[in-house]
């Protein structure tokens, strides 16, 4: 049975830091794709940061591009996500998740090519 437990995720004033950790059990991080989403309220889900692990291979979205990093300890079984200059609208519950079968998503930052979910940690950033 795959599980994905994110930690890390606080309050913090605007223009600082935070480092979330997805670890993973039933699963095998690397040569595998996993991505970083977040849902804010009253909005939908989006993609923020993914990574093919064998590689390091990322992708960001716009919105965070030079800001946060995504990560893997494969020997840990475990993906990072760094977010530093952080904005009170990244405030949001932040999910790790993961493809099946070593698949290669064709657009990586998409939810529809996720196969299994964490269940959030809060990240809250006020001004």
């Known amino acids: 049975q795959v599980q994905l437990v994110e930690s890390g995720g606080g309050s913090v004033q605007a223009g600082g830091s935070l480092r979330l950790s997805c670890a993973a059990s039933?699963?095998?991080?690397?040569?595998?794709?996993m991505a970083w989403f977040r849902q804010a309220p009253g909005k939908e889900r989006e993609g923020v940061a993914a990574?093919?692990?064998?590689?390091?291979?990322?992708n960001y979205a716009d919105s965070v591009k030079g800001r946060f990093t995504i990560s893997r300890d494969n020997a840990k079984n475990t993906v990072y996500l760094q977010m530093n200059s952080l904005k009170p609208e990244d405030t949001a519950i932040y999910y790790c998740?993961?493809?099946?079968?070593?698949?290669?998503?064709?657009?990586?930052?998409?939810?529809?090519?996720?196969?299994?979910w964490g269940q959030g940690t809060q990240v809250t950033v006020s001004s």
């Open positions: 990574i093919y692990t064998f590689i390091g291979t990322t």
């Open positions: 039933g699963y095998t991080v690397s040569n595998n794709y």
């Open positions: 998740a993961a493809v099946s079968g070593g698949r290669r998503p064709f657009s990586p930052l998409r939810q529809y090519e996720y196969n299994y």
